[in-house]
């Protein structure tokens, strides 16, 4: 959607200041770590996002976009530390300046502002995937399906089908536990209509020819429909003096079923299993250390893919070698542990509901017997309540919030129900007893209510039950569906993420093959191993390997789905376990299929700099190599930077030695640009050191072989003049290199020890300025830019081309 075409930064990170002019190119930014490269990735996402990967998420603690984005000495005033960029509209090709503070990351300017540029930026901010880094790359390779699946959602922008998938599963289980909740519920009022019945199973036929005995012994004809209604038709339903007589044989039934259930709780001390199993919960959530292990598990996961064999990625703290691995190894251990011992707490709370479910039945039974005799209690009410609580949270102990649940339980007393029950059993019996044909009409009262309360109970069941059902389908439809619509996408995905994997490997993997396959809220991937079968990414392939894979497979999904939209994306040093013979051809696989594509990308390895620039990758103006940094002026790189008044300054302070140390480290960088830029042919090396001499040696003796092409082109042109000032440029190159050959040794003397050695800094001084006339001569002295071989070999000149030769002949 959009390409850069320069990027300022001002105290952001660690850069102070630095401008960066990527020309809607491919950039590269090269330096040993620590220099400050990263911290480029970091102003691009703030810019585009307001974001900054690295200081959110998981492992971040308590690091913030707000507070650590600024420079350290900007942290108090936020509003120093800011990003601006200009960027281009791919399609539209209009010019915009994007600016964003951390003092209001969430609040860009943008100028022109037209509903183009909005639209760009807006698709940016909803794929802040066009940022990769080494980190990153374990998501996609390392993790476990369930973090494999969230990285390539955020990459797919799926990550709307995980989080509705979590909440069809949040109400699937919900309604479970609803369902489950009315269903014993259910059981308990059948139970009453059985024993209001007096028959055994609850059969139609049976519970109709009971209620039809009780009508025709009242004088009242026969019902073909036992309905709560149909049951009580012709009986006198008004109160009578002996009303609470009616149903005393019931009551006494039901009395002595809650008489029953109490004594055999008391016998398998219900209360107390119920009170240890809360005790034993509160244990649990009031011990940090097992509720953190019981949720760490995936973060220790992640935390040993994150770690890189020195520092923590949480803390940074130093670890010696397996320290960290074996740390996490036992923090794993005590999660499982924890998992463990949470299974277990769940299993005893399954034992316990049937039991105080039946209790819950016959207490809610009793209850409106006692209201009846006038023999209430709250007490009895308070602990049916107890009890209430209890069954709906024994029904489920699957998570941290769940056992904080049962932690919190009212510990149950059914001590004092016993005489409660006693006296009101008492009450009960000195009810007078009824006539028969009382006895008849309380028994047929008893059925219909009992009727009616399983009636109704069963009706909320089945709405529950059907609930749980249509929950529990949806959650299957759900997954069904969607994986087949990601199967589709990840068979996509695999064949263009072996193709790329088999071309970055092209000497010994050309025949790769991989699996990606959705599993739940995961993805199962399996890659081919030399053709003896596929495994999971970290069985057997190296780091260099599976580092080419996350690369790879990042790809294939940018591709596949990002398209035409996919015009900007930084690496951020992801290629720093693959071998360099391989790296070339990750080049030529950026090169070919993202011809479109602007890719900014940092490295700590020069070969692959090199490597990028050579196979025209990145052009010479696009390659930035930051030499060092510090914490007060951020990084410095070597295009801006020249050894001389740092030297000048070490030398008036007497450190010879240092300024030494300062002017062999220049020249060994910019003795490899020389000699680059007029194709000498320097003495190769396994390790890419070559020695000063070989670098000024051979670009010396190139310069000039090329200097006297130019001469030879002038002359077969008629260019008296050009020859002439070839010819004293060449002079003034022969002079300068004697010169500097003459006080070489100097600088190896001074930079090692040597007894002997006793340079003063005035003696030091004249070996750097023959040094330094010796490099002019390879610079242009307006742009002050190095001088290349440039074209099809037809030319020698500068950036501002003040310098141009001509190396071709008149035909």
């Not at 503070?101 to 066009?130: G, Y």
């Not at 003096?241 to 005393?248: E, I």
């Not at 003459?742 to 006793?758: D, G, L, T």
Request: charged letters at 25%; a negative charge.
């Amino acid at each position: 959607m959009i390409k850069i075409e320069t990027l300022r930064v001002n105290n952001f990170r660690g850069i102070r200041s630095f401008e960066f002019k990527m020309d809607k190119k491919s950039f590269v930014v090269a330096g040993r770590n620590g220099t400050g490269k990263s911290g480029v990735i970091d102003a691009l996402e703030f810019a585009l996002t307001g974001s900054i990967t690295r200081l959110t998420g998981s492992g971040s603690g308590g690091v913030s976009v707000k507070l650590h984005a600024s420079h350290v000495d900007v942290a108090e005033t936020p509003k120093d530390a800011w990003v601006e960029m200009t960027f281009t509209v791919v399609g539209t090709g209009s010019t915009h300046v994007l600016k964003r503070s951390v003092a209001s990351p969430r609040k860009a300017t943008l100028t022109p502002k037209t509903p183009e540029s909005e639209a760009a930026l807006n698709w940016m901010v909803q794929h802040p995937e066009f940022a990769l880094t080494r980190r990153e790359i374990v998501r996609f390779v390392l993790a476990e399906g369930k973090n494999r699946a969230d990285g390539v959602a955020d990459l797919l922008g799926l990550q709307r089908i995980g989080q509705v998938r979590a909440i069809l599963v949040r109400v699937r289980n919900t309604d479970k536990r609803d369902s489950d909740s009315a269903k014993m519920s259910l059981t308990g009022r059948e139970n009453i209509l059985l024993s209001a019945s007096g028959i055994e199973t609850l059969d139609t036929k049976a519970l109709l020819a009971v209620v039809n005995t009780n009508r025709i012994g009242l004088g009242l004809t026969p019902i073909s429909d036992a309905t709560p209604e149909e049951i009580l038709l012709g009986v006198d339903s008004s109160a009578s003096n002996h009303a609470s007589s009616h149903n005393r044989s019931e009551w006494i039934n039901g009395l002595s079923l809650l008489e029953a259930s109490l004594e055999a709780s008391h016998q398998n001390d219900l209360d107390g299993q119920l009170g240890q199993l809360v005790d034993d919960a509160a244990g649990r959530v009031d011990s940090a250390a097992f509720m953190t292990a019981v949720e760490s598990d995936a973060l220790l996961e992640t935390a040993l893919e994150l770690f890189d064999g020195v520092e923590c990625p949480v803390c940074t703290t130093t670890w010696i070698p397996g320290e960290f691995e074996a740390v996490i190894t036992r923090k794993r251990a005590e999660s499982t542990a924890a998992k463990e011992t949470l299974a277990a707490l769940k299993i005893r709370a399954g034992l316990l509901v049937t039991d105080f479910s039946d209790l819950r039945n016959k207490i809610s039974r009793v209850l409106p017997i006692a209201e009846a005799v006038g023999h209430e209690s709250t007490a009895t009410k308070k602990q049916l309540e107890v009890i209430l609580a209890a069954v709906n949270t024994l029904l489920s102990v699957d998570s941290p919030a769940e056992l904080g649940a049962l932690a919190a339980l009212t510990k149950p007393n059914m001590e004092p129900m016993s005489s409660w029950l006693s006296e009101l059993e008492m009450k009960v019996l000195a009810l007078p007893l009824p006539s028969e044909t009382d006895e008849r009409k309380g028994r047929l009262r008893s059925i219909s209510n009992a009727l009616h309360e399983y009636t109704q109970q069963q009706q909320q069941a089945s709405v529950l039950l059907e609930k749980s059902r249509r929950s529990s389908a949806a959650c299957d439809i759900f997954d069904s569906s969607t994986s087949a619509s990601l199967q589709q996408i990840f068979l996509d995905v695999q064949t263009k993420f072996a193709l790329f994997y088999a071309a970055v490997n092209a000497d010994d993997e050309s025949k790769f093959s991989a699996t990606l396959t959705p599993s739940g809220p995961g993805l199962d991937m399996n890659v081919d191993f030399y053709g003896r079968g596929e495994f999971p990414p970290g069985a057997y392939h190296s780091e260099g390997h599976q580092d080419a894979m996350g690369l790879c497979l990042y790809l294939a999904l940018a591709q596949l789905t990002l398209g035409t939209g996919f015009t900007l994306c930084a690496l951020d040093d992801v290629l720093m376990s693959i071998d360099s013979g391989h790296r070339r051809f990750v080049v030529s696989l950026l090169m070919k299929e993202f011809p479109n594509t602007q890719f900014v990308v940092t490295t700590h390895d020069e070969q692959w700099m090199r490597q990028m620039k050579s196979q025209g990758f990145v052009q010479g103006r696009n390659v930035l190599q930051f030499r060092t940094w510090s914490v007060g002026n951020g990084p410095v790189d070597w295009a801006n930077y020249e050894p001389w008044d740092e030297i000048k300054t070490l030398l008036g302070t007497g450190q010879v030695k240092a300024a030494a140390g300062s002017l062999r480290s220049f020249l060994e960088h910019i003795g490899r640009e020389c000699a680059s830029n007029v194709a000498a042919p320097v003495p190769y090396r396994l390790d890419g050191q070559n020695t000063l001499g070989e670098l000024f040696n051979s670009g010396i003796k190139a310069l000039k072989d090329t200097i006297k092409k130019g001469k030879n082109s002038a002359n077969s042109w008629g260019r008296p003049d050009v020859v002439a000032e070839l010819d004293a440029w060449d002079s003034r190159i022969q002079t300068a290199a004697q010169e500097a050959r003459q006080e070489e040794w100097a600088i190896n003397a001074v930079v090692h020890f040597n007894e002997w050695e006793n340079q003063t800094p005035a003696e030091f001084s004249l070996v750097a300025a023959s040094w330094r006339s010796l490099i002019k001569e390879f610079s242009c002295s307006e742009c002050e830019g190095l001088v290349k071989i440039a074209g099809d070999k037809d030319s020698l000149r500068c950036a501002c081309t003040s310098v141009s030769v001509n190396l071709l002949h008149k035909p």
